[in-house]
Each structure stands twice: as C-alpha cells, then as structure tokens.
C-alpha cells in the first residue's frame, strides 16, 4: 500500500508512519512544486493524504480543487484528529469533498479500514443483507411553539442513550463512541436543543444535507457534536428560522443506514413546512401538546393538516405536556376528543424549568423527579433496551391508590 502525504512540509510523516499497518509506506510529496509533479503518482495506484489538522486544514481544502483538477483518479484521503479543538479540520474536509479520514486518535484497525477502502485492496464486497438496517425513526411533532418539545427531546435522547451505554468501572477503558441514537433537531426556533444540551457544533443539518452522499459511519463519529453520554446531535444553527426545510429524504435515509434511532424534533414547525417525505417515512409521530385552549385549537389545525398530506393514520399517538389536575379537561378526554391514543401524560414542573435556567437537565438535578418517571413509555417506545420494568415498592402503590396520581409519591 503506497501513500503519499502532499503538504507544505514532512512533520506529519513521523506523526503517522506508527499509526499504518506493516504494509503501509508513506512519503512526502511537496505540494508548494509544480502540479506537474503529480503526473508520475496518476497510475501508481497511490493513495494521497491531505494534512486536515487545525492548522493546515484550509490550506488543505484548496489542495483538493487543484489535485481534484489536475489528477481526478487519484483516491484522496484526509489525516486529521477528532479531538475537541481539531474538529474544523474534520469539517472542512467533508466539506471540501473528502469522504475518508484517517483519524490520528484512532486505533490502528480502524485506520488500516479507512486505507484499504481508500486504495480498494481490501478483501472483495460482501454480498449485500438480505434486509438493509433501517433506524426506527420518531418523529416529536409539537403541536404549536412552547409546548416543550425540545426540553422532550433532550432528555429523552439522554436517558435512552445512558441506558444503551451503562456508566463504567473506574478502571475500565471507555468503548468506542457508537452510532446508537441521534438527535435530529429541525425545530422551530432554531438551535433550542445545542443550549439545552450545552453544545456548540460547527457541523450542522445544511451541510449534511449538501453532502448526504458522503456520510457514512465515520463522518457521524467524527463531524457530529457529542453529548458527554454519547448522544449525537445534529441540527440548525441558531438564528436560521423561517428558512424553508428543504426535502431530507436522502440524508434520513443515509442517517437510517448509521444510526440505530433518530428522534427528530419538529416543535414549532408547522405541518405545512414540514417535508412529506419526513413525515411518511417515519416510525411513529408523537403530537406534543398542552391543556391550553390554544394548543388544543394548534392540535386540531396539525391534525387537518396531518389529514391533507395522508399522514393521519395509526402512527400518531398524543403527548399531553405540562399537566395540571386544576386546569379542567383530562388528557384521556382530550385524546378521545381528537381521536388519538394518549401515550403519556407528563407532570407540570417548575424545576424542569430552573434547571433549564441555570444549563442543565433535569436529570442532572434530580435523577428521581416525577418528570422523569413519566417518561418511562416513550423511553419504551423509542427503545424498548432504555426503559426496563422496574418493580413499584408497596409505599408508591399505596400513594397511587391514595392520590389518583403517579406523581404526587414525590
């Protein structure tokens, strides 16, 4: 396997020559020298590294538009790093058009994988599955602005990605970050679930979208922001509202073929703005909704439009947010009024809100609150492995029978 680094100078070389497998050799090709100087490399079955780290990377990204003209056949493969004050690097060169990385922060199998898809000197293709993974995909729809989609989602997504991955012992190595669930935030206004989430990403839903051809198990590892419990994030970035949603369907489907669960959250898009193609190729659609007479109205306006584009069927079932015993109608009346199956009801809490205050999650401040109990069926239903059955001590039931209410056992 022969590799050439083209960069402005050879410091990389010694960095990687330990990473490469034994039948690796890399050398350095001056990229300051004449382009003709990439005419001897054409038919050697070469593969070229660019020089992505934090430093070089825009550099680097103009070197793809020369060689890309200059020596089209030549496999291009980016060397850069994942670590948190590198990750520019790892954007520019999605955005640039690489779809290879060597990460400097990867263990050696995973770099030999990357050449050898690079140079095409792997083993021959496996035939394809029978079935191909398919991501079960949720959609949380809320039905008007502030009903609390997105403080939904957030912690859902957290939850269901701590129960997939367990806290480890002290003395045990961390496992690789894994595609397991990806927050998916198209929500109106934007940006809601990064500060939620106390996140800040520079890869986001646009370029996904210019370069859904190219994603693929690596790029979401890599390009996608990380929640410190594994959980990927993937959205707008604040101050893009109003703008028009354009068609995701090939990048869900991508995302489908990476990610185990997508849970997308539209609170505050309207049916209308929202593409068909999302909502038709979703798994279930959870409508997000209060008691307020307004979001009832907003509820039955999603509904009829729901009904216009085909979408009203057995995969919608209600969410009733922000409960209150005082504010008259019940969840059950206002699901049979509009004709939904009540999924889960989840408790008013003012400390839900305090903790959004000062940047964390409620689990964060208080891992037993009734809040998050209630959301023990949609934990269910978006993973069944997140929720599992918990037996009741006999002092919860007796308050449940007391009470009428499962939130009121503190």
């Not at 394809?128 to 989609?149: D, E, N, T, W, Y």
């Not at 999924?343 to 903790?355: E, G, K, M, Q, V």
Request: proline share 7%.
């Amino acid at each position: 396997m022969k590799l050439v680094l083209y960069a402005p100078d050879r410091d990389l070389v010694a960095r990687l020559t330990p990473l490469l497998p034994a039948a690796a050799e890399v050398q350095w090709q001056d990229s300051g020298a004449p382009a003709a100087a990439l005419e001897p490399l054409r038919d050697s079955g070469c593969v070229l590294l660019l020089d992505f780290r934090h430093d070089q990377a825009a550099f680097s990204a103009a070197l793809v538009r020369q060689v890309q003209a200059q020596a089209p056949e030549l496999p291009l493969v980016a060397v850069g790093s994942t670590a948190s004050d590198q990750l520019d690097g790892v954007v520019a060169a999605l955005r640039a058009g690489l779809r290879d990385l060597i990460d400097l922060d990867a263990p050696p199998n995973e770099i030999e994988a990357v050449l050898r898809r690079a140079s095409d000197t792997g083993a021959p293709a496996k035939a394809p599955a029978a079935v191909a993974h398919k991501a079960r995909m949720i959609l949380l729809l809320g039905v008007r602005a502030g009903v609390g989609s997105s403080t939904l989602a957030a912690h859902l997504g957290v939850l269901a990605q701590q129960a997939h991955s367990p806290p480890l012992a002290q003395e045990e190595d961390p496992p690789p970050v894994a595609n397991h669930l990806l927050l998916l935030d198209l929500a109106q206004p934007a940006g809601d679930l990064a500060l939620y989430l106390n996140l800040d990403s520079s890869f986001h839903y646009d370029d996904a979208l210019r370069h859904a051809s190219r994603i693929d198990a690596t790029l979401a590892r890599t390009a996608m922001t990380r929640h410190p419990a594994g959980l990927a994030l993937l959205g707008q970035p604040a101050g893009t509202d109003g703008t028009p949603m354009a068609d995701p369907a090939v990048l869900v489907q991508r995302l489908r073929g990476i990610f185990d669960t997508l849970l997308c959250d539209l609170g505050g898009a309207c049916v209308r703005q929202i593409p068909v193609s999302l909502l038709n190729s979703a798994d279930e659609i959870w409508l997000i909704a209060d008691q307020a007479i307004g979001t009832l109205v907003s509820l039955d306006q999603a509904l009829t439009q729901l009904e216009r584009v085909g979408a009203r069927d057995k995969r919608l079932q209600l969410v009733i947010n922000r409960f209150d015993d005082a504010s008259g109608i019940s969840p059950a009346q206002i699901a049979t009024r509009f004709g939904l199956p009540l999924l889960a009801t989840l408790p008013d809490r003012a400390r839900l809100r305090s903790a959004a205050s000062h940047g964390r999650l409620l689990l964060q401040e208080a891992p037993r609150d009734p809040y998050l109990r209630a959301l023990a069926p949609l934990l269910s239903r978006l993973d069944p492995s997140a929720a599992p059955a918990t037996a009741r001590s006999w002092r919860e039931h007796l308050a449940l029978r007391l009470s009428g209410s499962q939130w009121k056992t503190k």
